[in-house]
């Protein structure tokens, strides 16, 4: 199986950057050097997590970096995206872990001398436990708090890193964890939810702040994810909740950092359902973007629900992945374009783009041709992107390895590289060979060029 670009194809300009990508809670384990965070204590509530797993061990991460530093060197990739968990590098009073921040600099260092850019993700979710003991993201003062995290490991990272995005994917931060309650802490009220959502965007406002005072070497941006919301039915009134839906789940993220204020949707919703916003704070999240990330897996589907707002319809029809999404590349093409036609962006990189599927190891080997063809459909997503006239500076496969899934646990695999989490044994899939085979054809495909 592989993975075939035009020679032509941007995608294939040296400038293009590839990489992979994963997430601290998810594969670093060794969560007694660290303090607890609030996907600890999920995990710890019986019936959140489908497998009764926990993030305890992963994949053991920090024990075996190096071994998986050598791995993405062999992929052939100019990039690595990964994030920081704070609760690893800031202690309870606000001063540095050491040990904590000598991990990721022995890692920076590492990727340095390697020639990967390090695309650092401050945070991805696992916000620490004693924060959320005062309030978590409901309480404004934590987007302060996280303004003195990205300082203080912005000034110790110094020039190690090319990249920095404030956050991954605020939505499901707010959304998922404060509204529908399937992510950590686990409740389910919208007012909360909306509130979140803007001191999540506040942090990242006064986040960059300090990035571009302390890094200004570095591209600053933010991650969020994206997802078309198309009507269920040709009916006014579908139609009208899949904008609604786009509005709340789309929009109302990048709308604020890009034009200063939330969608209009924002005055349908009751009064006591709205954020508090202080004057000025969306000056502050408005701030100019030196990148914006987007991360993409599927489209979703809504229909009216009878009440003025919108129900998704989940999908049936194959192909689906394992967790059950729909694989619709021409969603990726989609979004992109509506986005770059909607607002002025800054460069845009891919930072996330994978899928799940029932992987397993037969002698030796992971056969995961569903995968491979879906990395194929979704680079000539991008590519369709930028053949219409869009700004895409790189893209990233979710993920390098198999992980903690969430509330999905570990009975769902996104990785590239198959993890036997008895043993810990990495094993290249067949994406991962195609992927790296792909990659390695730009050097073939620039030596072409030169002896023309």
Known sequence: MKISLAANSALLNPDFTFGVATASF????AADSRLPCIWDTFCAEPGRIKDGSNGLIACDHINRWREDIELIAALGVDAYRFSIAWGRVINVDGTVNQAGLDFYLQLLDALKVRG????????????????????????????YKFAEYADLISKAFADRVYSYATLNEPFCSAYLSYEAGIHAPGMQNRKQGRQVAHHLLLAHGLAMQVLQQNAPQALNGIVLNFSPCHPASNSDADIRAARMADQ??????????????????????????QPDIATGDMDIIARPLDFLGVNYYTRTVYRDNGKGWFSDVPPTAPPLTDMGWEIYPAGLTEILLDINQRYQLPPVYITENGA???DSLQQGQVQDKERVAYFQQHLQAV????????????????????NFEWAEGYAKRFGIVYVDYTTQQRTLKTSAIALRDCFASRQVNDQKIANK
Not at 26 to 29: F, L, P, R, V
Not at 118 to 138: E, I, K, R
Not at 254 to 263: A, K, R, S
Request: hydrophobic fraction near 40%.
């Open 26 to 29: 998810q594969i670093e384990g």
């Open 116 to 143: 990967i850019k390090a695309f650092v993700t401050l945070y991805h979710w696992d916000l620490p436990q004693y924060l959320q003991d005062s309030g978590g993201w409901l309480n404004r003062a934590t987007a």
């Open 248 to 273: 709340y789940h789309n929009q109302w993220y990048i709308q604020p950092l890009m034009e200063g204020c939330y969608p209009a949707l924002l005055q349908q919703l009751p009064l006591s359902e």
């Open 356 to 358: 799940a599927m029932p």
């Open 383 to 402: 590519e369709n992107a930028i053949n219409a006239g869009m700004r895409i500076d790189g893209y990233f496969a979710w993920s390098l390895m198999d």
